[in-house]
């Protein structure tokens, strides 16, 4: 079985409609796609402005309606951003919404997008970066927000590299993604990034499967023609490190798909 449990249309900052990526999807062979346009308390351009996450809502439920579920299963979720210390009204936006489960993303690191803004990077002490990043992809685990943890090592984007061996962070990290019983996505998004490879990286992984971290798959597509892009590649690197199952949600249980 195959799921695509991360990607975005045209009410944040992907291009097409829910008809235009559900009818992709089935056309790659996927037998269930989960929508996850941003949600976010601060307030950017690229997420839905809160008081239209209803309407998110809506259209989710009218594509379930209008698609038969034997040809493919759609889910509603949500990609939202993750800031130390603002738990509170981060649970408040997640628990109001009928969510099937929540994605939690770090793509910011204080008021810095370094997702998007670029500008920064020859400026700042890369070590301190990746530290940062991982103390606060850390915290957002272990919040307890969230049910799968996104695109988990984003700090290498844009191809900037630390000094040191990112072992022991990754070792550290795939710990504490096990002991918060946490679900982390293989987004195959960053291969057509700068860092052109999967996040996380094939060494992350290996840890990831070491403590039996349980794995879902997302293309992070934010048009049709990405829905499910690199998923054989993704599945054969599953299947080598051990894994059997990928993990997809209904209502924010879990459940266990063979691959
Ligand atoms: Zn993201
Ligand atoms: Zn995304």
């Known amino acids: 079985m195959l799921v695509d449990l991360h990607t975005h249309t045209y009410l944040s900052d992907g291009k097409d409609s829910h008809e235009e990526m559900v009818a992709a999807a089935i056309f790659r062979g996927i037998n269930e796609i989960g929508f996850t346009d941003h949600v976010s308390i601060k307030p950017v351009d690229w997420a839905m402005p809160i008081e239209r996450v209803n309407d998110m809502v809506k259209r989710v439920e009218a594509v379930r309606k209008s698609t038969n579920s034997q040809t493919i299963k759609i889910k509603l979720g949500a990609e939202v951003d993750y800031f130390v210390g603002h738990e509170q009204p981060i649970k408040e936006i997640i628990n109001s919404l009928p969510l099937d489960y929540v994605i939690g993303s770090v793509h910011f690191l204080d008021d810095w997008n370094f997702d998007t803004d670029i500008s920064p990077y020859d400026e700042i002490n890369i070590d301190r970066f990746y530290k940062q990043y991982f103390k606060v992809l850390q915290q957002s685990a272990q919040s307890g927000l969230f049910d799968i943890i996104g695109h988990c090592d984003l700090a290498k984007k844009f191809r900037y590299y630390p000094s040191f061996s990112l072992d022991e962070l990754y070792k550290k990290t795939a ?46 597509a934010h048009v049709e023609q990405n829905v499910g892009q690199f998923f054989d590649d993704a599945i054969t690197e599953l299947k080598a490190l051990g894994y059997k199952e990928i993990v997809t949600f209904t209502k924010r249980n879990r459940e266990y798909l063979k691959i």
């Open 175 to 220: 710990q504490i993604f096990k002991d918060s019983n946490v679900v982390v996505e293989l987004n195959t998004s960053g291969r057509i990034k700068p860092c052109n490879e999967f996040y996380p990286a094939a060494a992350f992984l290996q840890h990831l499967a070491r403590f039996k971290v349980p794995i879902t798959l997302g293309s992070d």
